[in-house]
Nanobody
Framework: QVQLVESGGGLVQVGGSLRLSCVASGRSFSEYAIGWFRQAPGKEREFVAA????????YYDDSVKGRFTISRDNAKNTAYLQMNSLKPEDTAVYYCAADLVAGLSTILNEYDYWGQGTQVTVSS
């Protein structure tokens, strides 16, 4: 079992920055990959970024590449999503998820555990 809790969301102006955190508990954090997804009102949940169990590889959706950075600190059981140069279209609920089998997957169904989400709102 894995429990994930996101935090760090909020209201920010266009061009601003936020850092989301995802704190994990349960199974050893260093054994699984982490992905970040987001869901805007009326839209499907979509992939944002993923990082392997050891932080050695990362993958980003094209929409956030160059603006967002995913990272993890296995000693703190925490993953991060640093979001810079935020745009109104980044407004969504952001979720972290644990993938116990693969790594760097962009597919929702391949993730085994999900957090409750944190709201990010970018105002213009």
């Amino acid at each position: 079992q894995v429990q994930l809790v996101e935090s760090g969301g909020g209201l920010v102006q266009v061009g601003g920055s936020l850092r989301l955190s995802c704190v994990a508990s349960g199974r050893s954090f260093s054994e699984y990959a982490i992905g970040w997804f987001r869901q805007a009102p009326g839209k499907e949940r979509e992939f944002v970024a993923a990082i392997t169990f050891d932080g050695g590889s990362r993958y980003y959706d094209d929409s956030v590449k160059g603006r967002f950075t995913i990272s993890r600190d296995n000693a703190k059981n925490t993953a991060y999503l640093q979001m810079n140069s935020l745009k109104p279209e980044d407004t969504a609920v952001y979720y972290c998820a644990a993938d116990l089998v693969a790594g760097l997957s962009t597919i929702l169904n391949e993730y085994d555990y999900w957090g409750q989400g944190t709201q990010v709102t970018v105002s213009s």
